[in-house]
C-alpha cells in the first residue's frame, strides 16, 4: 500500500515583531506610546502571504491589538485580521494580487482604554503573475467526434 503525498505547497509567512512603549508627553503629560516594528518594512512578493504581527516585550502586557484598517487601490488584497484572545496576537492574509503599497492603520489599546494607532506600510510586489496583467488563458474543448453523451 502506497502513502498519497501531499504535494501542497505551504503559504508563506511574514512574521512582525511589536514593540510599543509608553512614555509622558512632556507637553501634554499624557502617556504615548512609541512604536517600532522589526522587520521595520516589510515587501510581499508571493500570492497568499500570512502576515503575522505579534506584541513583544518590553511592551506592558496591558497592550493589545484592537482593529486595522487598510488603505489603497486595492486594500481587499489584505483579509480582515484574526487578534488572538490575549490580543497579542494580529494574523492575516495578502493575497498579493496588484503591485502597489498598501497603508494599514493598526489600532491599539491598553489597560487604561487609551487607544493609539500607527502606519506602517506593505509593499505588494506580484511581480509577474500580477492579476489583470498579461494575457488571459482560455481553453474550450469539445467531445470527440461520435463520443459525446448528449447525441
Known amino acids: 500500500m502506497s502513502k498519497i503525498q501531499n504535494a501542497s505547497v505551504a503559504a508563506p509567512i511574514i512574521q512582525v ?34 502576515l ?22 486595492v486594500p481587499e488584497q489584505i483579509s480582515p485580521p484574526t487578534i488572538s484572545q490575549s490580543g497579542k496576537l494580529m494574523v492575516m492574509t495578502d493575497a498579493n494580487t496588484f503591485k502597489e503599497v498598501l497603508n494599514l492603520t493598526i489600532k491599539f489599546k491598553d489597560s487604561d482604554a487609551l487607544e493609539f494607532d500607527v502606519d506602517p ?10 492579476l489583470g496583467d498579461g494575457p488571459i488563458a482560455m481553453v474550450m474543448l469539445e467531445p470527440e467526434q461520435g463520443n459525446d453523451p448528449g447525441q
Open 121 to 130: 506600510e506593505v509593499a505588494n510586489d506580484p511581480g509577474q503573475f500580477e
Open 52 to 73: 503575522s504581527y505579534q506584541l513583544v516585550a518590553p511592551t506592558p502586557a496591558g497592550v493589545q491589538f484592537k482593529s486595522l484598517k487598510v488603505k489603497g487601490k
Open 17 to 50: 515583531q511589536v514593540v510599543a512603549t509608553p512614555s509622558v508627553d512632556p507637553k501634554t503629560q499624557k502617556v504615548k506610546y512609541d512604536t517600532t516594528f522589526t522587520p521595520e518594512s516589510i515587501k510581499v512578493t508571493e500570492p497568499d502571504t500570512i
